[in-house]
């Protein structure tokens, strides 16, 4: 696995929990909001796991992620690092 993509992995599990965290739910809350088991949540915030593209969608919408939010889980999630918003 390449630099690059190691980084957005460990960034991609950082995001998944401090969204949910500030979401207030607890992992199997969210778990239950988007239709997996409660260790599939734990997975995603230890990186052991990554979500579909579909799952990806359906965290947008239970954490109520911002659009540059999305974009920036979507990258990470993919192993391609996000460097912000386009100037």
């Known amino acids: ?5 190691t980084m957005a992995y460990r960034r991609f599990k ?3 929990k401090e969204y949910r965290s500030r979401s207030g739910m607890s992992q199997s ?3 239950m909001a988007i239709g997996v088991a409660p260790p599939v949540i734990s997975q995603y ?3 052991s796991r990554r979500p579909s593209k579909i799952i ?3 965290l947008r ?4 992620l911002e659009d540059d939010e999305f974009i920036e889980l979507v990258y990470l999630a ?3 690092p996000y460097y912000g918003k386009a100037v």
């Open 61 to 64: 919408e239970s954490l109520a």
């Open 78 to 80: 993919s192993g391609t």
């Open 56 to 58: 990806l969608v359906q």
């Open 29 to 31: 809350e969210l778990a």
């Open 45 to 47: 915030e230890k990186g």
């Open 14 to 16: 950082q995001k998944i």
């Open 1 to 5: 696995m390449k630099n690059g993509a």
